[in-house]
Every structure is written in structure tokens, then in C-alpha cells.
T-cell receptor, first 111, second 115 residues
Framework: SQQGEEDPQALSIQEGENATMNCSYK?????LQWYRQNSGRGLVHLIL?????REKHSGRLRVTLDTSKKSSSLLITASRAADTASYFC???????????FGTGTRLTIIP | GAGVSQTPSNKVTEKGKYVELRCDPI?????LYWYRQSLGQGPEFLIY????????DSGLPNDRFFAVRPEGSVSTLKIQRTERGDSAVYLC?????????????FGPGTRLTVL
């Protein structure tokens, strides 16, 4: 079963603009991770935020986590054509090593 | 260094046949995971190994699915009497110690098509 839902399902923006994707989840979590997937294969880990953290940065990525609302957002600044991909949030729980993925956001960067 | 590899990259089979999908994790990673991804969906957990043993197989959909990791490294996902609904991309991932905040490294996946 899918834990989270990403919003929007699809997003198209001009190169150079910022892209924001949101993720909502249902149960208590230990951490939340964001992954990128190109062409329906090869998931690449982007960033992990723990349940006691509220914001985290990595390069052009900024992730926020609001555990009271059970939601997270991923911001990609100064988007590039190479950022075109599907983005998934995934939650990890204490004592449970599996990741539970959301449904994904398909991001298209228009050159 | 080498990442997670999966073979074959594509597999086409007929309904009712048996298939094996192989995963080579990153050397030294004790935890290994199998996920299945249907078109337009996120990956769904199937099974998790810590070393040679299956620590959590709660995601296996039914008893046609079975996975092994006999030496704590390479893993094989086995599907008996395949059905058209089994068509999906099967993803393997590994991580250093199986802790919940350890990054999982994914392979490129095997695309299974059941005709």
C-alpha cells in the first residue's frame, strides 16, 4: 500500500524557475526521504529528514517536514532541464526497515 | 565503485511460467530489499533481508513469490506460475546496516512483462 501522496501529480515549469512538490503521509514516521527516478528505473536518493528536524538543505534542494500535519515539501531552486524526472517521497518507521513510497510527482523542466 | 546491479534488465515470459530475477547488492551491504513498481505508481515493498534471513516478507503478495539470499550477498526473487498482473518493474536496493535512517541504494530494476 502507498503511505504517501505527492501533490501535484504532474508539474511543468520553465528552466530557472523553482519547483515545489508536496507529500502527505498517514502514520507516524522516523524519517522521510525524497528520491528521484528517471525513465521509470533507477531511484536516486536525494535527501533524508528525520522526524525531529523541520528543514534541511542540500545544494539546490530544500526539504521541510511538518509532523503535526504529516506533510513534507521538496523545493528545487533554479531548475535545470536535467531535473526532469519523477520525484517520490518515502517514509521510514522505527523498527521497520522498509520504505513506504508515495505516488510520485512527474516534473518536467521546459528549456 | 559498483552499484546495485540487477539481471536481466528486461524479461518477457508467458502466463504460467516460472521466472527468476537476480540482484547483486553493493559489496558489504548487509541489508537487501525488493520492491515492485507498477506503471504510474511508487515502489511497493516486497521483502527485506538482513544477512541471509528474510527479516520481513510482509509485502510478498502471495505464495507464488519467494526470495532467497543464501550467502548473504546475491539475492534471487522467484515467481511461480506468473500472471499478467505480475507485470511490473522489480527493484532491488541495498543498505549498509538495515537501519531505518540508512540510505537505500537502488538498482536499475528488471522490467517483467507477462504475456
Amino acid at each position: 500500500s502507498q503511505q504517501g501522496e505527492e501533490d501535484p501529480q504532474a508539474l511543468s515549469i520553465q528552466e530557472g524557475e523553482n519547483a515545489t512538490m508536496n507529500c502527505s503521509y498517514k502514520t507516524s514516521i522516523n524519517n522521510l526521504q525524497w528520491y528521484r527516478q528517471n525513465s521509470g528505473r533507477g531511484l536516486v536518493h536525494l535527501i533524508l529528514i528525520r522526524s525531529n528536524e523541520r528543514e534541511k538543505h542540500s545544494g539546490r534542494l530544500r526539504v521541510t517536514l511538518d509532523t503535526s500535519k504529516k506533510s513534507s515539501s521538496l523545493l528545487i531552486t533554479a531548475s535545470r532541464a536535467a531535473d526532469t524526472a519523477s520525484y517520490f517521497c518515502a517514509t521510514g518507521n522505527f523498527g521497520n526497515e522498509k520504505l513506504t513510497f508515495g505516488t510520485g510527482t512527474r516534473l518536467t523542466i521546459i528549456p | 565503485g559498483a552499484g546495485v546491479s540487477q539481471t536481466p534488465s528486461n524479461k518477457v515470459t508467458e502466463k504460467g511460467k516460472y521466472v527468476e530475477l537476480r540482484c547483486d547488492p553493493i559489496s558489504g551491504h548487509t541489508a537487501l530489499y525488493w520492491y515492485r513498481q507498477s506503471l504510474g505508481q511508487g515502489p511497493e515493498f516486497l521483502i527485506y533481508f538482513q544477512g541471509t534471513g528474510a527479516a520481513d516478507d510482509s509485502g510478498l503478495p502471495n505464495d507464488r513469490f519467494f526470495a532467497v539470499r543464501p550467502e548473504g550477498s546475491v539475492s534471487t526473487l522467484k515467481i511461480q506460475r506468473t500472471e499478467r498482473g505480475d507485470s511490473a518493474v522489480y527493484l532491488c536496493a541495498s543498505s549498509l546496516a538495515g537501519l531505518t535512517d540508512n540510505e537505500q541504494f537502488f538498482g536499475p530494476g528488471t522490467r517483467l512483462t507477462v504475456l
